[in-house]
C-alpha cells in the first residue's frame, strides 16, 4: 500500500466510538529516502537537456523544464509535511472553527467535521470521533432511489467545493 498511515475505530470511555490514525513504523525514512532518489533523478534529467543522436527527437530539449529540481523538492516539502500529524491536527482545528455546522464562523459553509481529541494526539497518532458514513463512490446501481443518492452525492460535492474555494478566498 502506498498509504501514510492506517486509520483504526477504537472506543475510549467517555469519547464513545474513535478513529485512531497511526502512521506507518518506519514511513518517514523511506520517503525520505525516496526523496534522495527523486531528487537526484530530477537533477539528472534537467542535466540531460537535448535528446541524443539517432533518436528521432536528436537535439530538441528531452525536460522543457529548467525547475524540476525545484518541482521534485517542492513535491517532497509537501509530502512530509503531510506526514506531521500534529500540523495535520491543528489545520483540522482550525478547519472546524470555521466550517463546523456546531460552531463553525462561516456563515456560507457548514460541514460535520469530527471533533478532536488533542491530548492524545502525537506526530505520529491522531484520535478523533468517529463518524459513520459511506464513500461518495458507492452508489447503488440496483436500488430504488439511485437518482437521489446520485444528486445528495453531487451536493457534498460541492459543498466540498465550497469549503475549498472559501479557504482560498477569504481566509
Known amino acids: 500500500a502506498a498509504s501514510m498511515a492506517q486509520v483504526y475505530k477504537g472506543y475510549l470511555p467517555g469519547y464513545g466510538n474513535v478513529a485512531v490514525k497511526v502512521q506507518r513504523p518506519g514511513?518517514?525514512?523511506k520517503v525520505e529516502r525516496d526523496a534522495t532518489l527523486f531528487h537526484s533523478l530530477a537533477t539528472w534529467l534537467q542535466s540531460v537537456n537535448k535528446w541524443p543522436r539517432g533518436t528521432p527527437?536528436?537535439?530538441q530539449p528531452f525536460i522543457d523544464s529548467p525547475q524540476l529540481v525545484r518541482v521534485a523538492d517542492e513535491f517532497t516539502a509537501r509530502v512530509l509535511e503531510d506526514m506531521d500529524f500534529e500540523r495535520e491536527a491543528a489545520n483540522m482545528q482550525a478547519f472546524a472553527k470555521l466550517y463546523s455546522h456546531n460552531s463553525g464562523l462561516s456563515t456560507f459553509v457548514k460541514v460535520v467535521v469530527p471533533e478532536l481529541i488533542p491530548e492524545l494526539c502525537s506526530s505520529r497518532v491522531i484520535v478523533m470521533e468517529w463518524i459513520e458514513g459511506t464513500k461518495l463512490t458507492d452508489i447503488c446501481d440496483d436500488c430504488d432511489d439511485r437518482a437521489g443518492h446520485v444528486a445528495e452525492n453531487l451536493a457534498l460535492v460541492q459543498t466540498g467545493i465550497?469549503?475549498?474555494?472559501?479557504q482560498?478566498?477569504?481566509?
Open 57 to 59: 527527437l536528436h537535439g
Open 162 to 166: 465550497e469549503c475549498t474555494l472559501s
Open 168 to 171: 482560498l478566498l477569504d481566509t
Open 27 to 29: 514511513i518517514r525514512k
